[in-house]
């Protein structure tokens, strides 16, 4: 007899994804009904009816049929077998509607959930130019490119780069790349590409030689020092902090990435802490560790 255990390990990837929506919608919205299911999937009631009935066989004891919402709800001691339920991975699902994108039901939401994000500008390169950076990362070669610094060297003149990472800071997308002129890794900011060529030729830099990328600091952080005494336990149970584990927001981080997280959480970087604390509400702890490795992040 099959056990149950490897019955969960054997679930194949697409049915493991309707799946893991159904724990999320049942235990998020309280509720997961047939046409959930096959609306944010495009399947048909039937097929859906056969996930749900899957899903009751691999994992009994977590979703209970009620007849006056005519679907599944969550028992007390749900325990999910197929979804991250952690906020942290779930809101960023709901956000993105990622069931149905490009799906026949368009914007809809399949969670129930309404969402709105910051209009903010895009900030970002064409897709052709996009597609050479990408596939250069992919296959790790070499990136001819035309780039528009905002320095005081000509924005016209080509470059040759090694990429080996994209990152979005949340207000914009850039590449970590080695810099054949300068000899060093840097971040070029994805929208300043005015061309580029992936060249068949590999990159002979390695990413374990990117210091600043490679290493990890913790970021210590705490409220501000001119914050009123509910200011802060407030702001402290924003971040999930205080009590008995004190009053120290702690964020590992790669050292390259540094001075985009003081900017995006508003820290105030100065030495007496001089910033409007209403607009900059946390302050750098260990500023002497930190500084070396996002000097221009400081004031």
Not at 59 to 84: R, T
Request: some cysteine; glycine content about 6%.
């Amino acid at each position: 007899m099959v056990s149950k255990e490897k019955m969960l390990l054997d679930v194949k990837w697409a049915t493991r994804q309707r799946l893991q929506y159904i724990e999320i919608m049942a235990f998020y919205a309280g509720v997961v009904t047939r046409s959930d299911v096959a609306k944010a999937f495009g399947i048909s009631d039937a097929a859906a009816t056969k996930d749900l009935k899957l899903y009751s066989d691999l994992v009994p004891s977590n979703l209970l049929y009620n007849h006056s919402v005519f679907g599944f709800v969550p028992n007390p001691g749900f325990n999910p077998a197929f979804a991250n339920l952690a906020p942290s991975a779930v809101l960023p699902i709901i956000a993105a509607n990622l069931a149905v994108s490009g799906g026949p039901y368009g914007a809809e939401s399949i969670y129930g959930l309404t969402t709105a994000a910051l209009p903010l500008p895009a900030r970002l390169p064409s897709q052709e130019v996009l597609a050479q950076i990408t596939r250069a990362i992919r296959g790790r070669k070499k990136l001819r490119v035309s780039y528009r610094s905002l320095s005081n060297r000509d924005s016209q003149e080509r470059r040759i780069l090694e990429p080996h990472a994209l990152v979005d800071t949340g207000i914009r997308w850039h590449i970590r790349a080695y810099n054949e002129e300068t000899y060093d890794f840097r971040d070029f900011v994805l929208s300043r590409f005015s061309q580029a060529e992936c060249l068949d030729q590999a990159a002979e830099s390695n990413v374990q030689y990117d210091d600043d990328w490679v290493e990890m600091v913790s970021l210590q952080l705490g409220p501000h020092a001119d914050l009123d005494a509910q200011k802060r336990e407030s702001l402290l149970l924003d971040y999930g902090v205080g009590g008995a584990n004190g009053e120290v927001i702690e964020i590992s981080i790669r050292r390259a990435l540094i001075g985009y997280a003081l900017q995006r959480l508003s820290v105030d970087t100065t030495k007496d802490h001089s910033l409007n604390p209403n607009a900059y509400q946390l302050m750098l702890l260990n500023r002497d560790e930190i500084e070396p490795f996002a000097a221009w992040a400081f004031r």
